[in-house]
């Protein structure tokens, strides 16, 4: 069974070219978007929950 590790990032919402930008940086190291919060802060950020196997970068 896979075991994961959790990480809860602040990411630049409104802009496609930026919030890619910030998503693609993180699939680099692995971690795959689960979810975003729903709630844009004042500063254009939105909460993101990501994933990644405990082992992904151990190869």
Same mark, same amino acid.
């Not at 979810?35 to 802060?41: A, E, L, R, V």
């Given at each position: 069974m896979t075991s994961w590790e959790y990480e809860i990032r602040s990411i630049r919402f409104g802009e496609? #070219?930026?919030t890619k930008e910030d998503l693609n940086e993180l699939g680099?190291? /692995?971690w795959e978007l689960v979810?975003? #919060? /729903? *709630?844009? *802060?004042d500063n254009g950020m939105m909460k993101a929950f990501f994933k990644r196997p405990l082992d992904c970068l151990e190869t």
């Open positions: 496609w #070219s930026l680099v190291d /692995g979810k975003f #919060s /729903g *709630d844009i *802060d």
